[in-house]
Each structure stands twice: as C-alpha cells, then as structure tokens.
T-cell receptor, first 111, second 113 residues
Framework: GAVVSQHPSWVICKSGTSVKIECRSLDFQATTMFWYRQFPKQSLMLMAT?????????EQGVEKDKFLINHASLTLSTLTVTSAHPEDSSFYICGSNYGYTFGSGTRLTVV | SQQGEEDPQALSIQEGENATMNCSYK?????LQWYRQNSGRGLVHLILIRSNEREKHSGRLRVTLDTSKKSSSLLITASRAADTASYFCVTMESGGGADGLTFGKGTHLIIQP
C-alpha cells in the first residue's frame, strides 16, 4: 500500500531558527500533499496543500512566508518553519489522498 | 474549515464494554473515514465507508453512515486497554478530492482495565 515517510519524528530547536520537515511518498507519486497542524488536545487543521511543480495553496490565516512549502518532485514535499517561535510548537503531519495515507508526524518544540 | 463533529468529546469505559462514537458533518461527501491517534503520535487509518454504503465491518469495528442525517457512528466492541486513543472522523467532500481531508474534533476514548 501507499506509504508516506515523514522526517524527523521530533525536533527541538531554538527560537529564531528554521526547521525543515520532509515527507516522501515511497511507493507512489504524490502530485498533491496536504500539511496539517495539531495543537495539544485539538484536532488536525489543514495548513496548506502542496502541488508538484507549482505554488502551494495556503488556508486562511496561515502565513505563507513563515511556513514555506516546496514540492519539487513527485515524491518529496517539504515544510519549512522559518524563524520559529515557541507558539509554533505543534505536531505537524503530512498526508496524501492517494490511499488516504499520512506520515507519522513531526513534533516540533521551539525553546 | 472544520466539518466533522464527534460526540462525545471524551468517553471512559471499562475494558470489555462496547464504545460508540458519533460524528456529524455538514456537506455532501464522497466518503467518510475513521482514524485513530494514540497520544502524540501519527494517524492510523481504521475504516472507510463510501457515501453509497450504510454499514461496514472490520474486525471489532462497525461503522454506519446515514447520509440523510449526515452522520456516522463508530462502534468498537469488546474494548481493550490498547484501544485507548483519540478517534477522528474525516470526510472528503464530494468533488473535493483536491481539497484535503477535513478532520472532526475527535473523541478521546479511555479504556479502564
């Protein structure tokens, strides 16, 4: 079945630094990847949709300059949290409609 | 935007009992899915039910779908401690395959040994 590999699983970074999260589709080509964010004890909220070879589509209220999304190939989509702050600490997870598959998630803690 | 609404928000039962969670949604859908999320971890796809289906079984799971009422239920029979997790209903809107999946707020299920 379809597998999405997400890396890293967790990361702790200092405030002001940038963090890149990668999602790779291992056995299929993902033309579209969805990025979600989940705060503690809350549901997952769609942040943006990445499309291979074109600009990502961001949901209302999500800063596109802060959350940079790149989908340069059919098997790799990345989310970069730039100039991270403690309020960006959250669980980030990518997902593909192909096989309704999600990555295992990345827990980001900004200190 | 949030579409699914799970009910109850939290549920605590004894091991061996059955657990029922409900989900309501607002728009027309292609399918509805249930996922499980253990604390602080990734999502596990449990079951998918299509809009033209009314009931589906998978092991100890039974899912129903009532498109006239825009609601679904997830029944876990003979619950086990390992079933402790958050459960989300997730919808894909009709014609919305490119718009992502919409998550409900989730039901936090606690199975007491």
């Amino acid at each position: 079945g379809a597998v999405v590999s997400q890396h890293p699983s967790w990361v702790i970074c200092k405030s002001g630094t940038s963090v890149k999260i990668e999602c790779r589709s291992l056995d299929f080509q993902a033309t579209t990847m969805f990025w979600y964010r989940q705060f503690p004890k809350q549901s997952l909220m769609l942040m943006a949709t990445s499309n291979e070879g074109s600009k990502a589509t961001y949901e209302q209220g999500v800063e596109k300059d802060k959350f940079l999304i790149n989908h340069a190939s059919l098997t790799l989509s990345t989310l970069t949290v730039t100039s991270a702050h403690p309020e960006d600490s959250s669980f980030y997870i990518c997902g593909s409609n192909y096989g309704y598959t999600f990555g295992s998630g990345t827990r980001l803690t900004v200190v | 935007s949030q579409q699914g609404e799970e009910d109850p928000q939290a549920l605590s039962i004894q091991e061996g009992e059955n657990a029922t969670m409900n989900c309501s949604y607002k728009t027309s859908i292609n399918n509805l899915q249930w996922y499980r999320q253990n604390s602080g971890r990734g999502l596990v796809h449990l079951i998918l039910i299509r809009s033209n289906e009314r009931e589906k079984h998978s092991g100890r799971l039974r899912v129903t779908l009532d498109t006239s009422k825009k609601s679904s239920s997830l029944l876990i029979t003979a619950s086990r401690a390992a079933d402790t997790a958050s459960y989300f209903c997730v919808t894909m809107e009709s014609g919305g395959g490119a718009d992502g999946l919409t998550f409900g707020k989730g039901t936090h299920l606690i199975i007491q040994p």
